[in-house]
């Protein structure tokens, strides 16, 4: 697996006890580089190593304290899109303020998600799907997380390097399909095209288990009908690409979306995701969730 670590221990007047170890690393499903235009999936896992029990912030919840940065290989900042955070307000002394998370001993939190979702230019994406434009060049991801109240109290994960080249011919195409879905305004979708995008991702994966598009777009055209069959036959696709793709960022990006109530409620009331994923990093993020 393609992925950074990086152990640290930190004491301070809030932070856990000078012998717990708390890991940070950066996973892109072991791949340095990728065709302009395709999905970049990532997860970044906090890990404790330690044999203590560690109170974190509950990891990925406050952006605050989960920093990301994308930058070209030169050192010019790709423009970032903020995910939307918490501002924690603690009127009652002696109340964990934000509310901390006892990560195990061994045990691990996960953030997967989308780089074009968070960095990059406008694009012909950026405003139905909220998708930006990475051009091809190489890039350098980094992350650190502030795991309780105190500066002190950070975790840094080495830098991950990528690389996006021009897309061949094949590529184009399967993009410009990609791009004809997703650019549909949500005032827009009709059961009939949602119907259509549905078969173009059950084709894809069909063709190809690690079809970079299917998630992306099944993300994209999720909330797009109150019909229940259409409903169920949305996680019924995203439980296939979590299952073709459950050792890679992607798969465990689709976990996610199978582990709420919506999966249980249409359709799939009795079905356990985490036993269907082996072990994989798909079920270690649906277990997490």
Not at 266 to 274: K, L, T, W
Request: glycine share 6%.
């Amino acid at each position: 697996m393609f992925s950074a670590c990086l152990a640290l221990g930190c004491a301070s007047a809030h932070s856990a006890p000078p012998a717990s170890r708390l890991e940070l690393r950066i996973d892109l499903g072991n791949r340095t580089e990728f065709f302009e235009g395709e999905p970049i999936y990532a997860v970044l896992t906090l890990q404790n190593a330690g044999p203590d029990t560690v109170p974190i912030i509950q990891f990925g919840l406050v952006e605050d304290w989960l920093q990301w940065s994308l930058r070209r290989r030169a050192g010019t900042p790709v423009p970032h899109r903020r995910d939307p955070y918490v501002n924690w307000i603690c009127p009652r002394p002696g109340v964990p303020c934000p509310p901390t998370d006892p990560l195990a001993p061994g045990a691990a939190r996960y953030r997967p998600l989308v780089l074009q979702t968070f960095w990059g230019e406008q694009g012909r994406l950026t405003d139905g799907s909220y998708y930006y434009d990475l051009p091809a060049g190489e890039y350098v991801l980094e992350a650190s997380f502030r795991y309780n109240d105190s500066v002190a109290a950070s975790v840094v994960a080495p830098s991950v390097s990528l690389r996006v080249r021009p897309r061949t011919q094949r590529e184009d195409t399967a993009y410009a399909e990609f791009v004809h879905w997703a650019a549909i305004d949500v005032r827009h979708w009709t059961d009939a095209k949602l119907d259509s995008a549905h078969a173009w991702v059950s084709q894809r994966l069909a063709a190809d288990s690690a079809d970079p598009f299917s998630v992306a777009l099944l993300i994209t055209s999720g909330a797009r009908t109150v019909d229940s069959a259409r409903v169920a036959r949305y996680y019924d696709l995203m439980l296939a690409a979590a299952k073709a793709q459950a050792t890679q960022p992607a798969g465990a990006l689709a976990a996610i979306y199978l582990v709420g109530s919506g999966f249980k409620h249409f359709g799939h009331r009795d079905v356990d995701v985490p036993s269907l994923l082996g072990a994989t990093l798909a079920r270690d993020v649906a277990r997490d969730h």
